[in-house]
């Protein structure tokens, strides 16, 4: 049941892209991005946690969809960092696009270390290190997989993440 109410989701996404629910739709979409990763063993210890960089609605949306749920054992928890130097460990991070991502990705990463999903929206991010990058063509809310990247962290994407609708595969 939960698979199908995603494909709908996805297939309403041209609706979300044009109406003013853009940050709803990357929020229902990153909370659901972590079911199709395959997660290092030392990830699945203590909190599952989701921080956010410099993207308060997105905040906002992500708290509302995952109050009171869990990631297998693990409670999941929503952080919102103002700046690079207050990222803690997280098992993804996200980076609005205030977060500079294409300037700041080395910090980042080194900050953030192994078995971290990164996911961005800005233009060129996979290329500097982003795993996920949001981007709108022609009105339409879609997103970027680069495997590449998230292989050399440790991060493994399922084959189902792959063929979603909406995804554009590097």
């Not at 130097?85 to 993804?92: K, T």
């Not at 290190?129 to 050399?152: C, P, T, Y």
Request: hydrophobic share 45%.
């Amino acid at each position: 049941m939960k698979k199908i109410v995603f494909i709908l989701f996805l297939m309403l996404m041209p609706l979300c892209a044009q109406a003013q629910n853009v940050q709803k739709a990357k929020a229902m979409l990153t909370f659901n991005f972590i079911r199709y990763i395959g997660w290092a063993e030392e990830v699945r210890q203590g909190d599952f946690v989701i921080g956010v960089l410099k993207e308060h609605e997105l905040v906002s949306w992500l708290t509302k969809l995952s109050t009171g749920k869990k990631f297998g054992y693990q409670d999941i928890v929503i952080k919102e960092f103002k700046s690079i130097d207050d990222v803690e460990d997280c098992q993804v991070i996200f980076v609005g696009s205030g977060g500079n991502f294409n300037k700041n990705s080395e910090k980042l990463m080194s900050v953030v270390g192994k078995n971290t999903l990164i996911i961005t929206e800005v233009d060129g991010a996979t290329s500097k290190g982003s795993m996920i990058n949001f981007v709108v063509r022609d009105d339409i809310l879609k997103f970027e997989l680069h495997s590449k990247n998230a292989s050399i962290s440790g991060v493994q994407f399922s084959a189902k993440l792959g063929t979603m609708t909406g995804a554009i595969n590097l």
